[in-house]
């Protein structure tokens, strides 16, 4: 395969500002991590099917090669796209046991692309899911590493860079990335026992690639506790960025944080399960109250009921009535794009972890064609170049207007269901309040955060 791809280079340059749309802030840790040169093999998690080559080629100063299920290459024009793309297809049983004989080319097309010095991307969990946890590694990384070493007379210097991809949520637009950069593991060191006893040596890498990866991922070990630790971040994690003085905006903090958050409940798993269940019931109940009154957790906050009068509520409609012109320029010049890209994921995605590439495909290249067709129709009828190149840079940046303007409206919305309830139904607003800090209370008393 070419070390070099010019359409590689073009893809990025047109992928680039989609993904920069599509999620609201990347936060990059260690990227010093990535050696500059020579053959690099990348071990990440895998929770989000394109999205994630894509955001490690898109990251990087070199061209990446990336290891791609083996059924998004069936036809002619997609297998060459792809393969411009630099992605290697590797197939699964689940696509046919027929097909598992090809994955013999797929070995042999990774060492080769190693052995000539370029970074390739693997996912050694060899499955696609958006859980919050680091599955049992299968060997395949560790034998194509050993297989480089061996052909090169252990001399190829070959590392495994394993990466953390931390999405807040894989689905969502405009949600975050954080991508961790763990230390570089030199194949070299395992190479004298791999001499003596090659499966043992391979069990050995494959562990410890496995604990790397552990440590750059917020890692839930019991899938049946992941409702509880999203309740967490979503009610108990802005409390403690307050108190803890963090900035909710540094991923990099938001990260250690929500980390330290699944380890408790980990911890609490295994020394006091039957405390664990008391808290998943008081969130069920919490959270049943919130639904059934329409509020929002975040709005209980103490900081947002010291703030909360007709005055506030007031000042929110003015800034709403004041506010809602260009908020629908927005929708106009933006809207039809963002609901296409959406819609056509809710139809296509039958796996959630394929639902962020499609929309965010079909809503870019859609916004591409409607964006210019607004330029069209603004050149035919008006002939002025001063007012196209205006119109051209009002459309994205009121799109992002609409956007802030519609979280604030929901805000606004919220706190004034709030403080309808806080007057008219006191005594349940106090009664939500108070069930509130009791849950707190609980959580404070129960959660011991590992160091």
Known sequence: ?????????????????????????????????????????????????FMDPVALQLHSHRQIFSLARGDAFNKPF???????????????????????????????????????????VIYPEAICV??????????????????????????????????????SEPKKFRSTLFINFGEPLAVADYCALYKKDKARATNELTSAIEKAMKGLVINIEHRENDSLVEDLYTFYKPELQKELKLDPENLEQDFELSRKLADAVNQLNNSA????????????????????????????????????????????????????????????????????????????????????????????????????????IVALAFHKGLLLVVYAMAVPLSGFYALGFYRFLQEATGRRRLVRLKFRKKEEFENVIKQRANLFKLLNDSLIFPK
């Open 1 to 49: 395969m070419k070390n070099f791809s010019l359409l590689y280079e073009l893809c990025k340059a047109i992928v680039w500002p989609s993904v920069r749309v599509f999620y609201n802030k990347i936060q990059i840790k260690n990227f010093k991590n990535f050696p500059a040169s020579g053959p690099v093999f990348i071990c990440s998690n895998h929770v989000n099917a």
């Open 78 to 120: 997609s297998r060459w796209l792809l393969t411009q793309w630099k992605l290697i297809p590797i197939y699964r049983l689940s696509e046919g046991a027929e097909h598992l004989k090809k994955n013999e080319y797929t070995f042999a097309a990774s060492q080769s692309v190693l052995s000539k010095g370029n970074p390739l």
């Open 130 to 167: 958006q859980e919050r946890r680091i599955r049992k590694l299968r060997k395949g990384a560790a034998r194509i590493a050993f297989g480089v070493e061996e052909k090169a007379g252990f001399k190829a210097g070959l590392v495994i860079l394993p990466v953390g991809l931390n999405y």
């Open 273 to 376: 399960p039957r405390l664990l269940e008391t808290l998943k019931l008081n969130f069920h109940d919490f959270k049943n109250k919130l639904n059934e009154l329409d509020l929002s957790g975040q709005l209980l906050s103490k900081a947002e009921i010291q703030t909360l009068s007709p005055v506030r509520i007031a000042v929110d409609w003015i800034l709403i009535l004041a506010g809602i012109p260009l908020f629908l320029t927005g929708l106009v010049m933006n809207y039809l794009p963002y609901k296409l890209g959406k819609s056509v994921a809710d139809k296509l995605a039958k796996e959630v972890e394929f639902h962020a590439s499609i929309n965010m495909t079909v809503g870019w290249m859609s916004w591409l064609v409607y964006f210019f067709l607004q330029l069209l």
